[in-house]
């Protein structure tokens, strides 16, 4: 019954993991898969949208018949995704983006000399929170990656970040968050918890979050 839910919308999601180049052979990033996001992307095709999935480090390919932007570091898929925020119905922030980044980008091999080596850090851009101060008519969707006291957090950045739903992810949970091809999520609105989600396919919990997406859509509660 969710085949057209979509259909006539653009939707962005974002996936995997970005990566924060240290010197020209090392890099931080984190254990994102991009199974989440694609999966996003996936069912939302299938409810007839037109999709662009901005990706970063993935360890699978991408779902056919969806447009893919590959980008590396948290800037570069800022940049991505504001290129094409404006034309955008849906926005899901399913990457897992580095919170900080190498405040040096070394040219070369950073060579090895004394017992310690201190890395300085600087905060990266909060995209998600850029496109909550941004948005017009989009509805914006984000993911909060936690490993205790997921509603209070969730909701905490749902507010923060002027979300519309945000998905609540307890990493720490076994089936649930980095990798694997489950997950558990709760979802959450302004009005609070909207569904709690038992252990799922992704391809599921996709599908589910879309459809609370699209009904939100149809009401205009973006507006
Ligand atoms: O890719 P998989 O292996 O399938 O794993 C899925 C997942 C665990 C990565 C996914 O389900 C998930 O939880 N993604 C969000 C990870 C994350 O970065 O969460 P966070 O709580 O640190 O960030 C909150 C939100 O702000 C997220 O929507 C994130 O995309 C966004 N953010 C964070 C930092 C930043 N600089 N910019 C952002 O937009």
Redesign the pocket.
């Known amino acids: 019954k969710e085949h057209g839910a979509l259909a006539g919308k653009r939707v962005l999601v974002?996936?995997?993991?970005t990566v924060e180049r240290l010197d020209p052979v090392r890099y931080l990033t984190?254990?994102?898969?991009?199974?989440?996001?694609?999966?996003i992307a996936e069912a939302a095709k299938v409810m007839g949208a037109e999709v662009t999935v901005v990706a970063g480090r993935?360890?699978i390919d991408a779902p056919a018949g969806v447009n893919v932007v590959r980008v590396e570091s948290?800037q570069q898929?800022?940049d991505a995704v504001l290129e094409r925020f404006e034309e955008s119905d849906i926005v899901v922030?399913?990457?897992?983006?580095?919170?900080y980044r190498p405040v040096t980008r070394h040219g070369q091999k950073i060579k090895k000399s004394g017992e310690m080596l201190t890395l300085e850090l600087e905060?990266?851009?909060?995209?998600?929170?850029?496109?909550g101060e941004r948005k017009t008519h989009q509805l914006l969707i984000?993911?909060?990656?936690?490993t205790e006291q997921l509603e209070k957090?969730a909701m905490d950045?749902l507010k923060r970040?002027n979300a519309d739903l945000?998905?609540g992810?307890d990493?720490s949970l076994d089936g649930a968050?980095?990798?694997?091809d489950t997950?558990i999520?709760q979802l959450y609105g302004p009005e609070g918890l909207i569904e709690a989600m038992p252990l799922l396919s992704?391809r599921e919990t996709a599908q589910r979050i879309l459809t609370v997406a699209s009904q939100r859509m149809a009401k205009g509660a973006a507006r």
Request: proline share 0%; no cysteine.
């Open positions: 974002t996936a995997g993991g984190n254990d994102s898969s991009g199974k989440m996001g694609f999966a993935t360890s948290a898929m800022l922030k399913s990457a897992a983006v580095a919170d905060k990266t851009t909060d995209i998600l929170q850029t496109l984000g993911f909060a990656a936690e957090y950045k970040k945000i998905v992810n990493v968050g980095f990798n694997g997950n999520v992704k």
